[in-house]
């Protein structure tokens, strides 16, 4: 016993502890504040990040950013916990009602934080108008459907429209000023540009309560700046990268993350159905849920739950109203 206390506190004295990022191997005063910019702002998140990744948020060397995460390493705990420490965690999600019953009860209660839920299909088949109408909800209480909080909307398309986030609060008795304002709206540029908009969100996301990020549509930029196979395995990298922040967002700041996807007709698949995302596995992957949407008769749209690590498949019908989505 007394040989395994003596090795325990040599054990200790070999670990390192530090109070502040600044207290780290290879960062110093200014790196620190360029890393908590970035969204790295405890030790677990660096302990966890790549060295290029590192490298590139706090304007480092890689061999610095590799003593940084040594030294996060060495502070804390990375490893195996038990389920049930994981489950109690899972207590803290939250779910955006859809404004459909339906809806809601397809996608097990709403639209979860700590997730990424995506939604394909073709043009005029409900994408944008989800997103809507999420954008409306998510600043309910609670006990609405809703979490109290604020909206952040990358706009790839030119499709935002808040006349028809206006019309959809004020079907929801909501004040439509408030409403506005509370959703932060930036037009991506090309695919780099939208990239920098999720890196640099940190910051935003922590100041102003935001509970849900949309992305809307997550590929069409990527599809505009990589052309040809040639570019493909570049294209597929930095889309990776980019669904990967939008992962750690959701699980560090416990939000909904909500993404539109674009489609292409496979010709590859002569029986069937050849509506497919873009995207291909990087995608799939990363999606937890994912809901190909399809236009039916007038207002009608159906929603087909395609993947779900915890729901079976299934479908709905739902409406798209002037008031916004309906049974």
Not at 9 to 33: C, F, N, Q, T, V
């Amino acid at each position: 016993m007394a040989e395994k206390n003596e090795k325990t506190e040599k054990d200790d004295k070999k670990k390192k502890y530090y109070r502040e990022l600044e207290d780290l191997p290879g960062i110093g005063d200014a790196s620190a504040e360029k890393l908590r910019k970035a969204g790295y702002s405890d030790f677990k998140t660096i302990a966890a990040a790549s060295p290029h990744e590192l490298a590139e948020a706090a304007e480092i060397g890689v061999e610095n950013a590799k003593k940084a995460i040594a030294g996060a390493k060495e502070t804390v705990e990375i490893g195996f916990e038990t389920a049930d420490i994981i489950l109690e965690r899972r207590k803290s999600i939250g779910k955006i009602k859809t404004s459909s019953e339906a809806l809601d009860e397809l996608l097990g209660g709403g639209v979860e934080t700590q997730a990424i839920t995506e939604a394909y299909g073709k043009f005029s088949s409900g994408k944008t108008q989800l997103g809507f109408q999420l954008a409306v909800n998510v600043q309910k209480p609670l006990e609405q459907g809703g979490l109290g909080g604020k909206v952040l909307f990358i706009d790839s398309e030119a499709t935002f429209r808040p006349e028809r986030i206006a019309q959809m609060a004020m079907a929801a008795g909501l004040n439509t000023e408030e409403v506005l304002k509370n959703i932060f709206v930036a037009r991506a540029e090309d695919s780099a540009h939208q990239m920098i908009l999720v890196e640099k969100a940190a910051e935003t996301i922590q100041q102003n309560n935001i509970r849900l990020i949309i992305v809307d549509s997550l590929t069409s930029h990527f599809r505009a700046d990589f052309l040809g196979r040639g570019s493909l395995s570049d294209r597929q990298q930095k889309l990776n990268k980019h669904v990967h922040d939008l992962q750690k967002l959701s699980e560090k700041y416990n939000l909904a993350v909500y993404i539109a996807n674009q489609v292409m007709d496979n010709p590859g698949i002569m029986f069937g159905d050849p509506t497919t995302p873009i995207g291909g596995h990087v995608l799939a992957h990363v999606s937890t849920y994912r809901i190909y949407l399809r236009k039916s008769k007038e207002e009608k749209r159906i929603a087909r739950l395609v993947d779900s690590p915890n729901l079976p498949e299934g479908e709905c019908v739902f409406k798209v109203t002037k008031d916004g989505l309906a049974d």
